[in-house]
């Protein structure tokens, strides 16, 4: 599943820019989505149709079906190709919505890349908007941001601002918040993410990394139509830590800054105590100061043992260099009239 791009050389080449108008791909994950699945495709092949007739660019939608347990892949394989071309790839298992991203990635034939997730939450009459500020803007990724987060509970707001605060602390290609992983992506700029190499993947942090001229789209997130989230606790804990383990390394650089303030101050306490014995000669309470010097000292230890454990984690499955995902079954349709 190696990124096929990744002998091609710069992607900037002007040969290739000629080209880029050619087709655009929308690529959709899709994980028990039965019930979404019909209406999305209408909508997606109005938006197909619209943008063949206005700006001549061919379409292609990638069905990556997430290891479904619900009807999906039946419903997406009668799905109508009218007025454009239809993959549909299926994995093995559940993956995951950031390898179904990647399988997509490798398997769309581009040269643009439009990714979108496959629940209702991002419109495809916004599709129109993206293509625009990369077709006559000339802009390389054009992302949609969530315009306000007036919905979540406040704890989660709380959450999602410190995680970026985090995660660009220090950082030279910052990631916007709330920023989503409904996203264009030009010729170039595809070419690019297809040179990532990386194995654990964070979508909308290798995007904005590979940097080129970058915009953005406010919308108004609606909310499920049918279902729900398939993001729990665990999981958004789960991609924070991908995120921060692949993009950063603030948690590290805090156990050394945690480490150096507890040495100081140690040392401090023990000129304090030395001088309060031979100066003052006064005698130190040793129990309780001792337990709470171990306690603060073991906690913290064990904290940061399992920060480091984190990134060593990564390490480790970057090293198995295992595939992503794998496909059970795939198949390609031609665009009917
Ligand atoms: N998804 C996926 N695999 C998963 C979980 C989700 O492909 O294991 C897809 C899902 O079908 C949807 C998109 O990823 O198209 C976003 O999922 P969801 O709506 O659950 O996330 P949220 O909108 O809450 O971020
Ligand atoms: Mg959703």
Do not use: C
């Amino acid at each position: 599943m190696a990124p096929r791009a990744s002998t091609r050389g710069s992607a900037a080449a002007p040969k290739r820019r000629a080209r880029a108008d050619a087709g655009l791909s929308i690529i959709v994950p899709v994980f028990n989505e039965a019930a979404n699945l019909a209406a999305l495709h209408e909508r997606l092949l109005a938006a197909a149709r619209k943008l063949k007739a206005t700006r001549g660019l061919a379409v292609e939608i990638v069905y990556v079906d997430d290891g479904s347990s619900d009807q999906t892949l039946a419903i997406a394989r009668k799905l109508p190709a009218k007025g454009a071309d239809i993959q549909i790839v299926s994995l093995s298992r559940n993956f995951g919505k950031e390898a179904a991203l990647m399988a997509g990635l490798d398997h769309a034939r581009g040269p643009a890349l439009l990714f979108m997730d496959g629940d209702g939450q991002h419109p495809p009459e916004l599709i129109e908007r993206l293509v625009k500020l990369w077709h006559a803007d000339k802009n390389d990724v054009v992302f949609a941001v969530k315009a306000h987060r007036a919905g979540e509970p406040v704890l989660r707001r709380m959450a999602v601002r410190f995680f970026y605060r985090l995660l660009n602390f220090g950082a030279r290609q910052t990631i916007p918040e709330d920023a989503s992983d409904f996203r264009l992506l030009s010729p170039r700029a595809a070419a690019a993410l297809k040179r990532m190499p990386e194995r654990n993947r964070f979508f909308k942090g290798l995007s904005s990394w590979i940097g080129f001229r970058q915009a953005q789209v406010p919308y108004e997130p609606p909310t499920r139509a049918h279902g729900r989230s398939s993001w729990n606790l665990r999981a958004l804990i789960g991609l924070s830590i991908e995120g921060l383990t692949a993009f950063s390394t603030t948690p590290l650089r805090i156990a050394s800054l945690l480490g150096i303030l507890l040495a100081a101050s140690a040392l401090l306490f023990g000129v304090w105590t030395l001088g309060e014995t031979f100066i003052f000669g006064r005698d130190v309470p040793g129990y309780p100061s001792v337990i709470i010097g171990i306690m603060v000292i073991g906690g913290t230890q064990l904290v940061m043992i399992g920060v480091v454990g984190e990134y060593v984690a990564k390490i480790l499955s970057e090293l198995k260099a295992r595939p992503v995902y794998f496909v059970a079954e795939h198949e390609r349709r031609k665009a009917a009239e």
